[in-house]
């Protein structure tokens, strides 16, 4: 358990300084990143501010919410746009969206009182809404702003409230996890602990950031909880973290919104290179956020300044 103090990041800068200097020491990288393309539409590239991603992997699909234009793009596994939906302001302020077993698209919007989840047809035309039930009194106040589904689960997350519920296919709760008392977080601190980026992998574990704690997490289904990231510049360390996300070798992909990078770890949290960087080449990334992978060794990376999605292909060695 990580025990919370209101002096918590001060104490964890100073006690890790060095350790944070030596993450990449004597590191084998089993992987290279190299940039492949970017997402784009017969005018040219797509021009999004930190939109957010989610790729179907069993479609080969990508879909991007533009925060700015209030609309959802979604791409072939050529990079090409090939429909927009939402831009009529049927779905609200979508804040993120998944796709079930069935091709439906769930999306969740933000509302004034919390959150709505719109279920959708596979062109993005509102179907109804999905209502959470069974949530026990815990969840009262439950917003959540993320989803992924996994295996006939659905995995929402509220933010600030820092509570995952698990349900089935209709909605009807199975399990939740309470984030801010597996890290001995106070209530009264919920709010200033938010979870940044969120994914569930393959077996059922729940991957997330906290970018004011510096660390990252993988929560499995039965509740243990393991933690990897130390704050610093050093290669392996830490700024800002964001998205965070994991592909068919088990590799774990984290965007570091202050480096301007993405950061890679294996399975077992190894450090292994850093791509992306500051700059105004094809390569580059200016202050990423969110991130999915396909599974064809393709990583998609939003970011900031209008850059729009980059793509780029993982090179296993």
């Known amino acids: 358990m990580i025990n919370f103090q209101n002096n918590y990041r ?3 800068m100073a006690s890790v300084m060095l350790l944070s200097m030596a993450v990449s020491v004597n590191v084998a990288a089993s992987i290279e990143m190299v940039h492949s393309y970017k997402l784009a539409n017969f005018n040219g590239y797509l021009l999004t501010q930190w939109g957010k991603v989610y790729v179907d992997r069993e479609r080969g699909e990508t879909y991007v919410i533009d925060r700015v234009a209030r609309e959802i793009k979604i791409y072939n596994n050529n990079g090409m746009e090939v429909y927009v939906f939402g831009d ?3 779905l609200g302020v979508a804040a993120d969206l998944t796709v079930d077993a069935d091709g439906n698209i769930i999306v969740i919007s933000r509302t004034g009182t919390g959150s709505e989840i719109t279920r959708c047809n596979y062109r993005g035309e509102p179907r109804g809404k999905m209502v959470l039930k069974n949530l026990p009194s815990e969840f009262s106040y439950f917003a959540p ?3 992924d589904f996994r295996e006939g689960k659905f995995y929402l997350v509220d933010l600030s409230d820092l509570r995952i ?3 089935d296919m209709n909605g009807v709760f199975e399990t939740g996890y309470d984030i801010a008392q597996l890290l001995d977080i106070p209530d009264d601190k919920r709010g200033e602990n938010e979870i940044t980026g969120f994914s569930v992998d393959a077996d059922g574990n729940m991957l997330f950031t906290v970018a004011v704690l510096f660390q990252a997490f993988r929560l499995s289904p039965d509740g ?4 990897f990231g130390v704050p610093g510049s050093a290669p392996g360390a830490f700024g800002v973290v964001a998205g965070i996300t994991w592909d068919n070798r088990g590799y774990i992909y984290v ?3 202050l480096k301007s990078a993405v950061i890679v770890f294996d ?7 850093e791509f992306g960087f500051r700059g ?5 990334l200016i202050v990423p956020n969110d991130i999915d992978t396909d599974g064809n060794g393709n990583v998609f990376v939003s970011q900031g300044a209008n850059r729009g999605v980059s793509v780029f292909r993982a090179l296993y060695k």
Do not use: S
């Open 224 to 227: 243990e909880l393991e933690v």
């Open 88 to 90: 009529t302001g049927n």
């Open 10 to 12: 001060l104490a964890i």
């Open 145 to 147: 702003r993320y989803i």
């Open 280 to 284: 105004n080449g094809p390569h580059n």
């Open 255 to 257: 965007t570091d919104k």
């Open 165 to 167: 519920a698990v349900t």
């Open 267 to 273: 399975k077992d949290f190894n450090y292994q290179t």
